[in-house]
């Protein structure tokens, strides 16, 4: 089995990934998910917990037969576009599909919340998916409860959001 890339409209992620369940025939597709991660967000005075699409306009696909899948995506109605060049579909690779189970779980495909402090100028994670993993970390946004880290994907390097508390600093 192989993991794909599909390309989707944004913010249609959910609704795509339902026809593909109601039109692609069963036993074709293993799994088909949109990698997700929860931040932190405030409103009305107070955090709130909320799950949002880690890269939005894409939904992954696990399957045998990329061809076949692709020509039963014709029977979607929506936009959706499996990716690839030409008539060949370019899963992803094997360094890809680990780094995204390592921070996500299989059941719900959601990269969870971590928590680390600040240690000079340098970021520790203490627990969360990105705890020995401080180096891919590119940017953090101490206000918005925010790490940017650099995923590859798809042969280039794409940067993506997910949540992280920085519950101290010291010097």
Not at 48 to 73: M, Q, S, W
Not at 125 to 137: A, R
Not at 140 to 158: C, E
């Amino acid at each position: 089995m192989a993991l794909y890339v599909i390309q989707v409209a944004g913010g249609q992620e959910g609704r795509v990934v339902e026809m593909i369940d109601k039109f692609v025939s069963e036993g074709l597709v293993q799994e088909c998910f949109i990698p997700r991660y929860e931040i932190m967000r405030r409103y009305r005075g107070e955090w709130h917990k909320r799950v949002e699409t880690l890269v939005p306009g894409y939904l992954f696909i696990e399957c045998k037969d990329a061809g076949r899948v692709n020509e039963e995506l014709r029977r979607v109605p929506a936009f959706t576009r499996l990716l690839g060049n030409d008539d060949r579909f370019i899963p992803l690779t094997d360094d890809e599909v680990r780094w995204l189970n390592a921070f996500t779980d299989l059941g719900d495909r959601v990269v969870k919340m971590s928590e680390g402090v600040i240690e000079g100028d340098r970021v520790i994670v203490l627990n969360g998916p990105l705890m020995n993993h401080e180096g891919q970390i590119s940017k953090i946004d101490r206000h918005r409860r925010i790490a940017y880290l650099d995923m590859p994907m798809m042969g280039r390097t794409k940067t993506i959001k997910v949540g992280l508390e920085i519950v101290s600093k010291r010097k």
